[in-house]
């Protein structure tokens, strides 16, 4: 055995039930499995969305029922099986871990009454000679101390294991992990709810970090987060052999990580500029771009060339795409309009320029396009090319004052399948629009949205929204010290 079962436990250690919360403790070892998914804190609002999307892709139910609370960062989901489990959490990169419940309760008391109470039957699987294990003990929204852990492990005592203890390489963890409720509020000095249970995989948090800017080759001043371009690649469904396009490539982000998920990438800008490597480097210590900077540099760079299909010089708002062509996902992040106008292809008429158009490296006439224009382009090219069950996934920028549902996009193709709220500066933010196709493409079909939203003010309207933000704001109050002032005067008279 561990321990004795009878082993003499802190009061301060066990605690009292949490009158917060209406649950019963929940013994799963000889029912259905349970699996406790384990989320990071951030970016919460894309959390729900993007389990519905990998479930969707891996084939695995999915009780609705179970996912009531999307800020808490514990969630505990019923699981086909233990493989269903690793498979969803090694995708995910939102999660942390994900382990198998035995015992889920509202306080450390009534989680040693069940643990100690394990039939040997099933702990039998665990106890098998040669085998091992270690025991972590986590806390969320509190700091345990090491006197804390130490009274927990010797808590734990009560768990019926007879095998040794391996902590660099153990067959089996097991975690023993309390919920103190949000970061944000007052520590409570008892958990709200208690888990045991074994461990099971950990996520693909790792590719962010693998994939991060400061040591990618080719980055821009908009390059996207890696984590967030993972989740656009999670919720547009990508996998081995999918074909994804990027009409907004820059400079490749969202390829980059479809292509992590064994995506072929195909990309388009107008940029001809970026695109090959000109121009001034957005990088502080460097002042020009390097010649061999390009998307083909970064898939290079995390040796995927052999995902790569190819990048293009080409106006999203025209047709550079042949209509037979489908793919299975188009993720994007359009221009905004903010930075500067977003550009479209023109041409010269009568010895002058339409539409407030510029030559640019004397290859293409340049002007500007308005944002509406932009997004019912993506949307009708998506209707078209993309596969059914195919997804289209892009950013939406809003102005928080302005929003409402009327300003996303709708199509007889598609089914809106997740809307989720990125907040920026001020009072603007991003939605994360992921829509899934549903039927194929007929000339009567048309984007309908409240296009008076997207219009060439957008921009003004932005500059606008902050201005205003910064004059809500209260002006801080200034801690300098006036010359004459009486405490100044004090200071002279101490340093002398």
């Not at 959390?47 to 999307?53: G, M, Q, V, W």
Request: aromatic residues 10%; glycine residues 6%.
């Amino acid at each position: 055995m561990l321990g004795r079962t009878d082993t003499e436990v802190k009061p301060s250690v066990l605690g009292e039930k949490s009158h917060r919360q209406s649950f019963n403790c929940t013994v799963t070892y000889a029912c259905r499995k349970k699996f406790l998914f384990y989320y990071a804190q951030e970016h919460v609002d894309f959390r729900f969305p993007e389990l519905r999307s990998l479930c969707g892709l891996l084939g695995i139910p999915l009780n609705e029922a179970q996912m009531t609370n999307h800020e808490c960062p514990f969630l505990l989901l019923d699981m086909p099986d233990e493989n269903a489990a690793r498979t969803l959490v090694h995708r995910s990169v939102l999660m942390k871990s994900c382990y198998e419940c035995w015992i889920h309760s509202t306080s450390l008391k009534d989680l040693l009454e069940h643990l100690s109470q394990l039939p040997a039957s099933f702990m039998s699987t665990y106890s098998a000679e040669g085998s091992s294990f270690r025991l972590r003990v986590n806390a969320y929204g509190k700091k345990l101390t090491c006197d804390d852990i130490r009274n927990r492990i010797e808590a734990l005592r009560a768990l019926p294991l007879d095998t040794r203890v391996d902590l660099n390489n153990p067959t089996h963890s097991f975690h023993y992990v309390e919920d103190y409720g949000n970061e944000n509020e007052t520590v409570r000095p008892f958990p709200e709810q208690v888990f045991f249970g074994r461990w099971i995989a950990d996520s693909s948090r790792d590719g962010a970090h693998k994939l991060r800017l400061d040591e990618r080759y080719f980055i821009g001043t908009t390059s996207m987060d890696p984590l967030l371009a993972l989740v656009m690649a999670n919720q547009a469904q990508v996998s081995n052999g999918s074909l994804v396009y990027d009409p907004f490539v820059g400079t490749g982000s969202l390829l980059v990580a479809a292509s992590y998920f064994g995506g072929y990438s195909l990309g388009a800008d107008i940029d001809r500029a970026l695109l090959h490597g000109r121009g001034k480097s957005t990088r502080a210590k460097n002042t020009w771009r390097r010649r061999d900077e390009s998307v083909l540099a970064n898939f290079t760079q995390y040796d995927m060339v052999d995902h790569y299909v190819g990048i293009v010089v080409a106006d999203a708002t025209k047709n550079v795409i042949r209509e037979d062509m489908r793919f299975d996902a188009i993720i994007s992040d359009p221009p905004y309009g903010v930075r500067e106008p977003i550009a479209r292809t023109g041409k010269v008429l009568s010895g002058e320029l339409s539409g407030d158009l510029s030559e640019v490296d004397g290859h293409m006439q340049i002007g500007r396009c308005a944002l509406n224009d932009l997004i019912t382009t993506l949307v009708s090219f998506a209707s078209k090319n993309l596969g059914i069950g195919g997804r289209l996934v892009y950013w939406l920028p809003v102005l928080q004052d302005e929003y409402n549902e009327t300003a996303v996009p709708q199509h007889d193709c598609f089914n809106v399948i997740s809307n989720s709220e990125q907040k920026l500066a001020g009072s603007t933010s991003r939605r994360l629009i992921t829509m899934e196709k549903i039927k194929e493409w007929k000339p009567e079909y048309q984007v309908t949205f409240a296009e008076n939203i997207y219009t060439n003010t957008f921009r003004e309207r932005y500059f606008t929204a902050k201005e205003k933000e910064k004059k809500r704001k209260p002006n801080p109050i200034s801690r300098r010290v006036k010359p004459n002032s009486a405490e100044c005067q004090q200071r002279c008279v101490n340093n002398k």
